[in-house]
């Protein structure tokens, strides 16, 4: 009789007929098991294979078959077809099992577990030891009882986090999109059958359906990794509500805000519950606004996070020191770096966790910048309060290696790239393009889901996509060797069939015929420098905005003192360490440009970054109408960027004379050098 492999072992010498040998260690790292293992699976081979003659033997490359080829083909033929991938590894089976687990409300049998994944109660059991360690590090219990079964118990958010967590382990982002997007076909793998058992086409759909409405308007938008990533949270959500667990509500949290009503019309369309969600909808806002990115010119200009733009100069300014390059005057890499630091310093200030997928890939590529931006990091965010993981660094890293590659780098070729892993990546691949192909111009950066082609060459993306009207070219975001190679066959290819699109279409016109010295006389010349006596924040806002509906400049006191505040809410507007504030909005309220510094006699305290809070003693309020023409809001922000890259112009508004404040806001609005 002739014995009879397990699937560990077909898949064994699967590697090995196809390696022509592969080492101990190999086998080792590709099977997650102990060395042990591994010899025990040879001898089992060596005794099946012996009855054909067959015999394994370690050379210098490893573990290799002789024999002649009648008796390796009866061998194997003997075994049927083999396993091109391990169907289930231990890693596997923790992962279902510490998700199930999870997921579930109340104690589990091991027999069940051990059915669902075809293995014996004993191998469940050995599992739950891994498993039990990992909830420990993140502060939940898994308690198993003989007749009782196994269940986890701790915070209903970490729960939620750590399945999340599990998940983000499991799947790198591209792949977990490809399993929610709707248009995909069923992938027919283990993982898939495992997300479709836990969650169900229909809950997909129909988050995917209400998560698709309610954002479509959201300012600033989600880019498209970060829409599925809370996407997960909303699903595990709306499951653990079914399973009748709840979030306790925090009641300092403001229930009032746009992001904590926008989560809560998503929970009530897609739970239908009328049970109490506060603490539900307060965990997804957090998590809603964590994962918000400022893509929108209008996002990049006036409202801007004053305090991220000013941090974003300092780390700037010790990157200097560090790789001894002028990096200050580099505009591109400070608003990058003000635009990631905005989520950021929210995500760590709350202890929201950011994932990484380029983050080895980022360490090799960019070793030296990423240790100098972890320093920078350390120097500037640290005594604020604020630990930085290395998952942000990276991303900030990324932005550091775009400005290196803008300055090494004319566009005849027009592209778009597809880059869901978020804006640092996207701007690190347009740099290398531009850098390697400085024919081609980087058009726009778009969602895998609406794409829009017909305005371009060709299409170079980070996730594979399907094929489009234009080529379309899958490349890491740092455009290695084979990638350059592939862009410039492609580009060969379409020298050959058909004019680039930069011949065909126009750039657009400017609507902007003003100059911008014209604007800034007129607003330099009517800015307001007035004392003022106010006892908190909220004071300070009613205060400033009757004094501009009084001016003419504001219709609605009311509405004015709303955008102020919900802008507020978006994060610090303390500068650090300059007892300065910036009040800035754009408000449907406004008829025209309002800018106005105020002296505050006595300081009031302000929430500064992290858990800081400040004495501030003067305050710069910067007011434009919803539709101002885009000439005077970039004005605007010539304006605010000086407040961080000019080291005299905050204390010549704090306590320079009238003319001095006008000298300096007109000088910064009409410096146009970028």
């Known amino acids: 009789m002739t014995q009879k492999l397990t699937s560990r072992q077909k898949y064994m010498l699967y590697l090995i007929v196809e390696s022509e040998g592969v080492s101990t260690d190999e086998l080792v790292r590709r099977l997650e098991v102990s060395r042990r293992t591994i010899q025990r699976d040879i001898q089992a081979l060596e005794s099946y294979l012996r009855k054909f003659k067959v015999e394994l033997r370690t050379t210098d490359g490893g573990i290799v078959l002789c024999g002649n080829k009648g008796q390796l083909s009866r061998a194997l033929a003997g075994l049927g077809k083999l396993p091109r991938t391990l169907a289930l590894t231990p890693k596997d089976r923790a992962f279902y099992v510490a998700v199930e687990l999870l997921l579930n409300e109340g104690p589990l049998k091991l027999s069940y577990l051990a059915k669902k994944l075809g293995v014996t109660s004993a191998s469940i059991s050995h599992d739950l030891d891994q498993v039990a360690d990992w909830l420990r590090s993140r502060g939940l219990r898994l308690t198993r009882r003989r007749g009782y079964g196994v269940e986890v118990s701790g915070e209903e958010a970490m729960r939620l986090e750590s399945i999340a967590e599990l998940v983000y382990e499991q799947l790198p982002m591209h792949q977990l999109m490809v399993l929610l997007r709707p248009e995909q076909e069923r992938d027919t793998s283990l993982l898939h059958a495992w997300f479709i058992d836990w969650f169900g086409v229909r809950r997909l759909e129909d988050a995917r359906m209400v998560l698709s409405e309610e954002l479509a308007a959201l300012k600033p938008p989600l880019d498209e990794a970060a829409f599925y990533g809370f996407m997960l949270h909303v699903i595990l959500t709306c499951m653990r509500i079914e399973r009748d667990a709840h979030l306790p509500a925090e009641p300092e949290e403001a229930m009032s805000t746009v992001d904590t009503e926008l989560c809560r019309r998503i929970l009530r369309r897609l739970v239908g519950s009328t049970a109490d969600i506060?603490?539900?909808?307060?965990?997804?806002?957090?998590?809603?606004?964590?994962?918000?990115?400022?893509?929108?010119?209008?996002?990049?200009?006036?409202?801007?996070?004053?305090?991220?733009?000013?941090?974003?100069?300092?780390?700037?300014?010790?990157?200097?020191?560090?790789?001894?390059?002028?990096?200050?005057?580099?505009?591109?890499?400070?608003?990058?770096?003000?635009?990631?630091?905005?989520?950021?310093?929210?995500?760590?200030?709350?202890?929201?966790?950011?994932?990484?997928?380029?983050?080895?890939?980022?360490?090799?590529?960019?070793?030296?910048?990423?240790?100098?931006?972890?320093?920078?990091?350390?120097?500037?965010?640290?005594?604020?309060?604020?630990?930085?993981?290395?998952?942000?660094?990276?991303?900030?890293?990324?932005?550091?290696?775009?400005?290196?590659?803008?300055?090494?780098?004319?566009?005849?070729?027009?592209?778009?790239?597809?880059?869901?892993?978020?804006?640092?990546?996207?701007?690190?691949?347009?740099?290398?393009?531009?850098?390697?192909?400085?024919?081609?111009?980087?058009?726009?950066?778009?969602?895998?889901?609406?794409?829009?082609?017909?305005?371009?060459?060709?299409?170079?993306?980070?996730?594979?996509?399907?094929?489009?009207?234009?080529?379309?070219?899958?490349?890491?975001?740092?455009?290695?060797?084979?990638?350059?190679?592939?862009?410039?066959?492609?580009?060969?290819?379409?020298?050959?069939?058909?004019?680039?699109?930069?011949?065909?279409?126009?750039?657009?016109?400017?609507?902007?015929?003003?100059?911008?010295?014209?604007?800034?006389?007129?607003?330099?010349?009517?800015?307001?420098?007035?004392?003022?006596?106010?006892?908190?924040?909220?004071?300070?806002?009613?205060?400033?905005?009757?004094?501009?509906?009084?001016?003419?400049?504001?219709?609605?006191?009311?509405?004015?003192?709303?955008?102020?505040?919900?802008?507020?809410?978006?994060?610090?507007?303390?500068?650090?360490?300059?007892?300065?504030?910036?009040?800035?909005?754009?408000?449907?309220?406004?008829?025209?440009?309002?800018?106005?510094?105020?002296?505050?006699?006595?300081?009031?305290?302000?929430?500064?970054?992290?858990?800081?809070?400040?004495?501030?003693?003067?305050?710069?309020?910067?007011?434009?109408?919803?539709?101002?023409?885009?000439?005077?809001?970039?004005?605007?922000?010539?304006?605010?960027?000086?407040?961080?890259?000019?080291?005299?112009?905050?204390?010549?508004?704090?306590?320079?004379?009238?003319?001095?404040?006008?000298?300096?806001?007109?000088?910064?609005?009409?410096?146009?050098?970028?």
């Open 278 to 674: 506060d603490g539900e909808v307060q965990y997804l806002a957090k998590h809603l606004r964590g994962a918000k990115v400022l893509m929108t010119e209008d996002s990049r200009i006036l409202p801007l996070n004053i305090t991220a733009m000013d941090l974003a100069y300092k780390l700037a300014r010790h990157l200097c020191r560090e790789l001894h390059l002028p990096l200050t005057d580099d505009r591109d890499l400070l608003l990058g770096l003000a635009q990631h630091l905005e989520p950021a310093i929210y995500r760590m200030r709350t202890g929201l966790v950011i994932r990484n997928p380029l983050l080895e890939e980022i360490r090799r590529r960019y070793g030296l910048f990423f240790d100098a931006m972890r320093n920078a990091s350390n120097q500037v965010l640290e005594p604020l309060g604020l630990t930085v993981p290395d998952a942000e660094i990276g991303y900030l890293t990324m932005h550091l290696g775009a400005a290196m590659e803008r300055r090494k780098a004319g566009s005849t070729w027009r592209a778009k790239i597809v880059c869901p892993n978020g804006i640092s990546s996207a701007e690190l691949l347009a740099s290398r393009m531009h850098n390697e192909f400085p024919q081609v111009r980087i058009v726009s950066v778009e969602a895998v889901h609406s794409l829009n082609d017909t305005d371009c060459d060709f299409i170079v993306s980070t996730v594979p996509i399907e094929a489009k009207l234009r080529p379309t070219i899958t490349v890491s975001p740092f455009l290695d060797a084979v990638d350059v190679e592939g862009v410039q066959n492609l580009l060969e290819t379409l020298e050959g069939t058909f004019a680039p699109a930069a011949r065909i279409y126009h750039e657009p016109e400017s609507d902007d015929s003003e100059l911008p010295f014209e604007f800034a006389r007129a607003l330099s010349a009517r800015v307001v420098n007035a004392s003022l006596t106010v006892d908190s924040v909220s004071s300070l806002i009613q205060e400033i905005a009757e004094r501009a509906t009084a001016l003419g400049d504001a219709t609605d006191r009311e509405q004015l003192m709303s955008s102020i505040v919900e802008r507020e809410r978006m994060g610090s507007i303390v500068l650090p360490g300059k007892q300065f504030a910036v009040l800035h909005a754009r408000s449907a309220a406004m008829t025209r440009c309002h800018v106005a510094v105020y002296h505050l006699d006595p300081p009031i305290t302000m929430q500064g970054v992290g858990q800081s809070a400040e004495l501030v003693d003067a305050v710069l309020a910067l007011f434009a109408p919803v539709e101002e023409r885009s000439s005077r809001i970039h004005a605007l922000g010539r304006l605010s960027a000086a407040l961080v890259m000019d080291e005299e112009m905050v204390e010549t508004l704090r306590a320079g004379t009238i003319e001095d404040v006008k000298s300096s806001i007109y000088h910064a609005m009409t410096d146009i050098q970028e």
